[in-house]
């Protein structure tokens, strides 16, 4: 089947709250579609404001499948997680064109908050 999408995505507003006040926890997804007959392996670059840049988060959406990469879940290479109540910037890079959907799920308020949003698609 055609690869629709783009190879890179960026989600210039991203934030995981460390506060819930529930049962869900707060938390953030990148929902990958792939519609090609090939696996994509996908690469993570995190931006900060105060720090330096981390590379070192990688993921998978298979062929013909969709993937929800939570981010209060994934680990770096060295087994790290993406730190809390900083706000940082996401460079999604695919070895295939793919399409990328970002949503936040904020429980720090008794009434919970739902954002979602499409990625930014980079012309290469």
């Known amino acids: 089947m055609k690869a629709y999408g783009k190879k890179t995505w960026?989600?210039?507003?991203?934030?995981?709250?460390?506060?819930?006040k529930n049962q869900n926890p707060s938390h953030e997804s990148i929902c990958v579609v792939n519609?090609?007959?090939?696996?994509?392996d996908i690469k993570l670059t995190l931006f900060f404001?105060?720090?330096?840049?981390?590379?070192?988060?990688?993921?998978?959406?298979?062929?013909?499948?969709?993937?929800?990469?939570r981010l209060?879940?994934?680990?770096?290479?060295?087994g790290e997680s993406i730190p809390k109540d900083i706000?940082?910037?996401i460079l999604l890079e695919s070895n295939i064109e793919v399409v990328?959907?970002?949503s936040r799920l904020d429980?720090?308020?008794?009434?919970?908050?739902?954002?979602?949003t499409m990625g930014y698609?980079?012309?290469e």
Do not use: W
């Open 87 to 89: 706000p940082y910037a």
């Open 10 to 20: 960026l989600i210039p507003d991203t934030y995981l709250n460390s506060i819930s």
């Open 100 to 102: 990328v959907q970002y």
């Open 35 to 40: 519609t090609s007959d090939i696996d994509a």
């Open 72 to 78: 209060d879940r994934i680990r770096s290479k060295s």
């Open 49 to 69: 404001e105060d720090r330096e840049k981390r590379d070192d988060f990688k993921s998978f959406c298979g062929a013909g499948k969709t993937h929800h990469i």
């Open 107 to 116: 429980t720090s308020a008794a009434e919970m908050a739902l954002m979602t």
């Open 121 to 123: 698609p980079v012309d």
